[in-house]
Nanobody
Framework: QVQLVESGGGLVQAGESLRLSCAAS????????IGWYRQAPGKQRELVAA???????NYADFVKGRFTISRDNAKTTVSLQMNSLKPDDTAVYYC?????????????WGQGTQVTVSS
């Protein structure tokens, strides 16, 4: 099992920055990909950014050039630096960890942290 705890959400104005952090504990050695999803009211949860155990990153088009995902050397903390925030970025942000097996994969989720961007 993997436990994920997010922190860093809050209320900011458009154009400002926030940094989210996710601390992973438990069976962290088995994590293949860790990243961030978000869900706005009335919308589906969507990928924001992710980083693999090898360091490869993947970003949603709507955050490219504004958000940066990073991970500490111990691979137990992943951060999301969010710059130039827009009101459309308002959502609950969830940390997600994935473990892949030859036949399936397992998803682990944090409790979420609210990000609100005012115009």
């Amino acid at each position: 099992q993997v436990q994920l705890v997010e922190s860093g959400g809050g209320l900011v104005q458009a154009g400002e920055s926030l940094r989210l952090s996710c601390a992973a504990s438990g069976s962290t050695r088995g994590i293949d990909v860790i990243g961030w999803y978000r869900q706005a009211p009335g919308k589906q949860r969507e990928l924001v950014a992710a980083i693999s155990s090898g360091g490869s990153t993947n970003y949603a088009d709507f955050v490219k050039g504004r958000f940066t995902i990073s991970r500490d050397n111990a691979k137990t903390t992943v951060s999301l630096q969010m710059n130039s925030l827009k009101p459309d970025d308002t959502a609950v942000y969830y940390c997600n960890a994935k473990r892949y097996t030859p036949t399936t994969h397992y998803d682990y989720w944090g409790q979420g942290t609210q990000v609100t961007v005012s115009s």
